[in-house]
DNA sequence: TCTATTACTAGACCATCGATCCGGTACTCG
DNA sequence: CGAGTACCGGATCGATGGTCTAGTAATAGA
């Protein structure tokens, strides 16, 4: 009797905690360890309590995959290739500070905020010029970039590759071992960037085919 | 007795039969459903014996990976640009046959058939002039731009977004829908081989560092 | 021909997982 | 006060990844 909790000392169970506790267990311990039993062991609640405020798993997953997509700052006006840059440095951090959420990239992002900020790419690109059959390309592109070069990081760490099969690949030895990832990105966003630049400042009056 | 298999006429079980039929697995059913149980049914033996050729289910999964990346095919001689383009078309194509590969693309992808492919795209751009940083830079934004790109379309399958989202993002709903997704990529990867080589010619007796 | 070893197979089993059944509790409205 | 409703959770189900341990077929050595 008194040892029961009284409710009201008691934080009613919503989904924003336990979205916000989903990431927090995922940030601790990685996609693999998160389960039902343990998330609601965390919510000092009932793991079957969960299923009332949430169908499955995978809404978790999907609802934590979007809620670190809001940590993403979105830039404020200026030139659309430093607002592009800015986007892109914001998000790449996100999904680095985050590793778990590289491992959710496939499955649909349809989000409020992974929209809102794909809207931002969009609105941004097409106020800089794009548009046609440019414009989602371009877009596409750069979301393609950070979300690539993201996998790409966190996926590699945890050593190097056995030197065995390295004695083969000498270009790969060579350069390929440890870089500085940071320039890697700032650098093929360059070229990207540049090649994006070109594109809509000969093509500003209309957009090519092919 | 008589019932019991002869042993000659049952193929012995193989690592590369048990990659293979992984493979298919895969392929007919998913991801989600490949089961080190359902798995061994297909190969006609327990699931134990599974465990005798390979340690655990994930290593069933990087073999798997890599096994598919020995599909793609690797150029033969020539212009480096092209080289580089038909490499990323045959990259892309295999991932987009196995929609299944996308979602195992975190993880460091150190098979044989993976290193190799690296390799050549590593040799084919230092052949091309890329050197210092610029090497691994151009490198890893071509593999980043295929695994990306083939992430996001495999996973956007399946409907598009609901309309109650997407009243608040007109610039996307007016063009990010529905789109040709083969010339999304290839204008794309337009875009980055436009800004590589435009940096290549420019500063071909070496490389840059800002 | 007997025996020891090696390569391989598999049934029973364990802890754990996602998800559901069904019985509760507490608050609200009339 | 009584009925309805939003919320909670113990027990449980089927399935999973992986291990323990007992087995079998084939070969090598004497």
């Given at each position: 009797m008194w040892l029961r909790p009284r409710k009201q000392e008691r934080q009613t169970l919503t989904l924003g905690r336990i979205v916000a506790e989903a990431v927090a267990l995922l940030d601790e311990e990685g996609a693999a360890r998160l389960t039902m039993r343990r998330l609601a062991e965390r919510l000092d609640?009932?793991?079957?309590?969960?299923y009332w405020h949430v169908r499955t798993k995978d809404d978790v997953l999907d609802l934590a995959l979007d809620a670190i997509f809001g940590e993403v700052p979105v830039p404020r006006p200026g030139p659309w290739r430093a607002q592009v840059s800015e986007l892109l440095a914001g998000w790449r951090a996100t999904l680095l500070r985050h590793p778990w959420s590289v491992g959710l990239l496939?499955?649909?992002?349809?989000?409020p905020n992974a929209l809102g900020r794909t809207e931002f790419l969009y609105a941004t690109l097409a106020a800089a010029g794009f548009s046609g059959a440019d414009l989602p390309a371009a877009a596409h592109s750069l979301a393609t970039f950070v979300t690539g070069s993201a996998t790409t990081q966190a996926g590699e760490?945890?050593?190097?590759?056995p030197p065995e099969h390295l004695r083969d690949h000498p270009t790969l030895a060579e350069h390929g071992l440890d870089h500085d990832w940071d320039d890697t990105f700032t650098r093929g966003l360059g070229y990207l960037l540049d090649g994006m630049a070109s594109r809509v400042t000969r093509h500003s009056h209309g957009s090519g085919q092919g």
């Open positions: 609640t009932g793991s079957t309590t969960l496939d499955r649909p992002m349809m989000g760490r945890g050593g190097a590759a």
